[in-house]
């Protein structure tokens, strides 16, 4: 029913219901759109902020792509109707929106496209969704094969609704000499000064085919009719499309083929649709698309998502973990990280920690990330909200509420990179300053952004929080200026570590000694202020109320100040007992671990609006999974493997959990439901939402820490952390050049890690002097 098939480059999933919002992307840095098992899709495109061409037909407000997106009989989606011509017989392809029962059905993303293959009264539909590499245009193909031995009549009808384009002007026309549908709308505006912006909006939606279509249809009220979309009037009674253009009507492009098929013969029709801004960029896509080489632009595209492939392959006993591993982690940072999630302003935090996991698919992305975002800085040190990409974007959105703890994420991104790279001279680049013409190394700039964090601290010693940490919601902990964060007291000190760890060759050491006295100050105070019970508190509001303590009823522990306690090595043996204790009998659930718990389930005014979301859901006690990842790195810090190999696997779907999950293996989403033992019901169902740091976490961590394969200054440190019960397993590692393949082999008893490089065993577990373009064979016997 669901299987990875191709070597793991792609997904097959053989039940349209078995997980019905079960879906894959593609994307390029352009566009992106979310496509649906069933044939519902969201798409946006840059123009050059995000734009979507395809509406829900109703005045909607613009936004990304919704976590656990709803999707509804109207909801935008890519359909085709097939129409025996002369039974009258009707089905559609992918599976929507008639979803009468299918003979065979069958999806399968795949890393560069998406495929279905359906099979009901003797035909066969392929069809097939791919990308251009560099244009904001869908490319389908639709395969339509006769099964019988007997010719046959149908009708192919590519139903593509565009919806609700304005509420001032919108309609629609076939255009012969394009051999297109055109729906055209216009963007209203009230201020005169946004005039020549919205001259430049693309809002003109197309639908392209290189065959002419024998009827077509542009008004959705008639394709529609009184049948309703599962059964349009306009193909019942062996009727034809209208050929109708939209008149200030809710536009749609269908096009109707009708074909005559001898027994077991097929045909094929090629589309494309997105927007435009005016008919000489449809007819250059046309032309560029449909009158040269059909496979060229799948072909390109295929490459561009080839590109980001990553720097590790792995060979375990866990199959799922392997295709992911291999094909569709790295896929996801490589998303991230080369289109900055289709923002113009990413949020910081966001900005850097894509930025790091692009640091083992492309490095030299994750250099330029560090050169923008710090050449952002203020020259007091502070980090601003959001980054800008370009020259005319704006802080829009969360962007524009303060939030403190962006320069953490530079030292996490800097450690990243210099781990693949060796590349310390970036330590001397001089770059500039936000608000001053001052010019400084990026050395400097890094101190700064320490200096700054750690005087940002009330009386007690504790940072502010303002309205956000990592967590954007709990935004009235601090808005009065005195609540404070435990979290961001861990992250100051655990970031100051990392820079200490990587600055210290180079950097003053006075500055070094300061950093020091913090980080032992930190230490005391979190430890004096924070540590409640078990665990440690999660912060401490304007009115000095301190919360995520057992005294109380909702919220009473949260993840991530125990993650980052193991991170920032404040606590003793004694407390990481009971904090594990804890986690495992409040947090863990067979899904994951989740964020908090017990979730709020109504307002309380001095954390702030994460506790008005539904219980379960987002920050509000999902499984939320950037933050297990936090985990995850905090047990890996104390040797916790196998706790941390089950927070990390926990995160793919699979198994007993699919249908529960409603997720394919093929991303990790941002969340899963929690309040597990709230609402139990719906707990593990996942948001289906691919926008998350959490894929640079997991992906560093499988490299550095589970495969333990770490550069270093010296060179590659072989350090694996695998769970107990794996007896072997195998890696090809890239790294500076050079290629790597790596066997390990658990010792039958515990000893010591013993490394062989090339038929000679190694003193230590540093492969040094490493050449780009040879490959080594290494052997690792590892303790168990």
Sequence with gaps: MSKFIEGGQRFLLSDPAFAPNSASYLWNQKMMIHMNCQGYAVAQYMNPEPQKYAHVPSLAARSFMQPEQPYFSHHPGRFFYIRDDETGELFSAPYAPVKGKLDKYEYKPGLSDIQWKVEKLGIEVEITLTLSASHAVELWKAKVKNLTPDARKISLVPYFPVGYMSWMNMGGHFDDKLNAIICTSITPYQKVEDYPKNKQLKDMTYLISDRTPDHYEIRMEAFEGQGGLHAPSALQDGKHLQDSDSSYEMPVCAMQYCLELEGNAEEEINLAFGPALNKDEVKEIKESLFEGNKTQ?????????????????????????????????????????????????????????????????????????????????????????????????????????????????????????????????????????????????????MNRAMVFMSSARDARGLPFIAQGDWCDPMNMVGYKGKGVSGWLAQALSFTLQLWIEISQEYNQPNKVTEFRATIDELKEIINNYLWKGDWYARGITDDGITFGIPEDKEGRIFLNTQSWAFLADVADETQKKHMLKAIDEQLDTPYGVMLCAPAFTEMREDVGRVTQKWPGSGENGSIYNHAAAFYAAGLYSINEADRAFDVLRKMLSDGDSFQQRGQLPVYIPNYYRGAYYQYPRTAGRSSNLFNTGTGAWFYRMVIEDMFGLKGTAEGLTIQPAFPSLWKKASAVRKFRGAIFDIEYISQSESGDLCIVLNGQPLKDNIIRNIEAGKQYQVTVHYPK
């Design 297 to 445: 632009y799948a072909s390109e595209y295929k490459d561009y998502i080839h590109s980001g492939q990553g720097v590790l392959h792995i060979e375990t006993e866990d199959d799922t973990l392997n295709h992911f591993v291999n094909h569709w982690l790295p896929r996801q940072v490589f998303y991230h990280g080369d289109t900055n999630r289709l923002s113009t302003d990413p949020q910081t935090r966001n900005y850097l920690q894509d930025g790091m996991g692009m640091a083992f698919v492309n490095s030299n992305t994750t250099k330029k990330v560090i050169l923008t975002a710090l050449a952002q800085q203020h020259i007091d040190g502070e980090m601003p909200d959001g980054i800008l990409i370009t020259p005319e974007s704006e802080l829009k959105y969360i962007n524009q509420v303060p939030h403190t703890d962006h320069g953490v994420w530079l030292t996490l991104i800097l450690q990243a990179y210099l781990n693949e790279t060796n590349d310390f001279d970036i330590l001397n680049t001089q770059i500039g300053w936000q608000d001053s013409n001052q010019t400084d190394t990026i050395l400097e700039h």
